[in-house]
C-alpha cells in the first residue's frame, strides 16, 4: 500500500513511524513532513492547507490511503474533497468536523443530548456578551467559536479580563472570523485526561487515556501553548470512569451526531474535566492529539493500518486494541519563546545518541535539513518518548535522553508527569 500522511508535527511522525511497522504498508509520504518524516518516509513539499494540490498528488503517484494528520485541513473539508474524487482518506468530514471547528455546535450538540459539560451561554453580539458579565461569578471561561490555534480560550479572573477578552475578540478581531462569536462558560475544577476513540460511523474503539500538559512552564505557570508533553495511562482514570465517560458522553454524543444525520469516521478526542461530579467535556478534537499521539503509539501493539482501515470500512466490531503494559512518558522541546517569537535554524546534536537509549524515540516536529544539518524550524522542536516499567522508570529514561539533546535555546519543562510518577 501508498500511505500519505498530512502534516508536519510531531503527531505526524510519531503516524509515519507506526504505519511503517505495518506489513501492508510499501511506500509512505508525507506532506510537508519534517526532517524526522524526512528519514522513515519521502517527504513531498505541499502545505498541509492545500487541499488541490494534496488531492492532485494522491491521484498521480495512486495513493492507497490517506491521514490527516491535523484540524485545519478537516476543517476545511479535505475528507469531502477526496471522497468526490474517490481517495481513500481518513478522517471526518467537513459537517462532522465542526465538533472541533465550532465550538457552539459542539455545545449545541452537548445540550440537545445531555452529555455533561459546562455550563455555557453563546454570544454572536459584543454588547449582549459585556452586559451578560456584570451578572456572573468569577472566575469564567471565553472561547471563541472557531479554531484558533489552542489560543481561543481565556480564563477571566474578574469582569475586567473579561471585558477586555469579549472587545478583543469580539470588536478587535484578535482571531479574525473564528471570534466573531464567542463562548462564555463556567470554570471546572479538577484535573484533565485525554479520551482517544476510533470511531467508524457505528462502533468505537478507545485508545489508552493519557494527559498531557499545555502551559509553557513548570508548575503549569505562563501561556497556553499546543503541549508541552504527555503520558500514558492516565493516574487519574478507572475503569468507572471509562464506563460513565462511555454510558453519558461517548454513546449520547454518536446518536446526537447520528440524529443531525452525520456519519463521524475517524478520531474522536474529547478534553476532559474529572470533577468532583464526573468527567465533563472541555472540548472535542477531530484528529489525533500532540502530543498524545508520541505517548500512545509506541504503547499501541496492534497494527495502526489495519484499525485505521477498519474505521474507514465501519468494521471496528471486529478489531480490539492491544497494549503494552509499560508506561510512556513524552517530554516536548521547544524553540526559547515559544508560543511567542522564536529564532529557527538553530543546529541540533545528540539526536542519535538520544534515540540509542533502550525504549526511546524521538519524534520530530519543528525541524528541517539544512546543509546536511538537522536544524531548528518551529517552536515546538522534537518530542522525546521513553517507555518504562512504571511512569517513574519511562520518566528518566525520557529525560535521560532529554539531557543528550542540545540545541541553542531549547526549552523544556522539567516536570513532565511528575505527579503521576511520584503517586
Ligand atoms: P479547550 O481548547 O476548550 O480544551 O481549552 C483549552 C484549555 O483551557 C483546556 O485544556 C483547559 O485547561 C482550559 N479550559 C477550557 N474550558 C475550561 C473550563 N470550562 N473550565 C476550566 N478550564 C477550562
Avoid at 477526496?82 to 471547528?101: H, I, M, Q
Avoid at 541540533?348 to 524515540?361: P, Y
Wanted: overall charge neutral.
Amino acid at each position: 500500500m501508498k500511505i500519505l500522511v498530512i502534516g508536519s508535527g510531531g503527531r505526524e511522525h510519531a503516524l509515519v513511524w507506526k504505519l511503517k511497522q505495518s506489513s501492508a504498508a510499501d511506500r509512505i509520504f508525507c506532506a510537508p513532513g519534517n526532517a524526522g518524516t524526512g528519514e522513515s518516509a519521502e517527504n513531498v513539499a505541499i502545505p498541509a492547507t492545500d487541499l488541490a494540490q494534496l488531492r492532485d498528488f494522491a491521484k498521480q503517484n495512486k495513493i492507497d490511503l490517506t491521514v490527516v494528520g491535523p484540524d485545519d485541513p478537516l476543517a476545511m473539508g479535505i475528507v469531502d474533497l477526496f471522497n468526490a474524487d474517490k481517495l481513500r482518506v481518513f478522517g471526518p468530514t467537513k459537517s462532522a468536523a465542526r465538533l472541533e471547528s465550532s465550538k457552539i455546535f459542539a455545545k449545541e450538540l452537548m445540550r440537545a443530548q445531555n452529555v455533561p459539560t459546562a455550563q455555557a451561554q453563546t454570544f454572536s453580539d459584543s454588547k449582549e456578551a459585556l452586559d451578560y458579565c456584570e451578572q456572573l461569578r468569577f472566575p469564567v471561561v471565553i472561547k471563541a467559536d472557531g479554531l484558533a490555534l489552542g489560543k481561543g480560550v481565556i480564563i477571566a479572573a474578574d469582569v475586567d479580563e473579561a471585558k477586555a477578552t469579549i472587545n478583543a475578540m469580539m470588536n478587535q478581531a484578535r482571531f479574525g472570523e473564528a471570534g466573531r462569536r464567542i463562548v462564555i462558560e463556567e470554570f471546572l475544577r479538577g484535573t484533565e485526561c485525554s479520551l482517544h476513540a476510533l470511531v467508524d460511523g457505528k462502533n468505537y474503539r478507545l485508545l489508552e487515556a493519557a494527559r498531557d500538559h499545555k502551559r509553557a512552564c513548570d508548575g503549569d505557570q505562563g501561556p497556553n501553548t499546543g503541549g508541552m508533553g504527555a503520558f500514558s495511562p492516565a493516574n487519574n482514570w478507572n475503569p468507572q470512569l471509562q464506563s460513565e465517560f462511555e454510558d453519558t458522553i461517548l454513546r449520547r454524543l454518536l446518536k446526537g451526531l447520528r440524529e443531525e444525520g452525520i456519519t463521524y469516521r475517524g478520531l474522536l478526542y474529547p478534553g476532559l474535566m474529572i470533577t468532583e461530579d464526573g468527567p465533563r467535556v472541555l472540548e472535542f478534537n477531530c484528529r489525533f492529539g500532540d502530543p498524545e499521539t508520541q505517548a500512545l503509539l509506541p504503547r499501541m501493539k496492534s497494527d495502526l493500518l489495519t484499525l485505521l482501515d477498519a474505521t474507514i470500512d465501519g468494521k471496528l466490531d471486529r478489531e480490539t486494541i492491544e497494549w503494552d503494559e509499560r508506561a510512556s512518558v513524552t517530554i516536548v522541546l521547544a524553540s526559547a519563546g515559544y508560543p511567542g517569537k522564536y529564532e529557527t535554524g538553530k543546529k541540533i546534536s545528540g539526536l542519535a545518541d538520544a534515540a540509542k537509549l533502550e525504549g526511546v524515540q524521538v519524534f520530530h516536529a519543528g525541524t528541517k535539513i539544512t546543509n546536511g544539518e538537522v536544524v531548528t524550524s518551529g517552536g515546538r522542536v522534537l518530542s522525546v518518548t521513553a517507555l518504562g516499567k512504571t511512569i517513574a522508570v519511562a520518566r528518566n529514561r525520557a529525560y535521560e535522553a532529554v539531557s543528550r539533546i542540545h540545541f541553542e535555546g531549547c526549552h523544556y519543562r522539567r516536570d513532565i508527569a511528575l505527579s503521576a510518577a511520584s503517586g
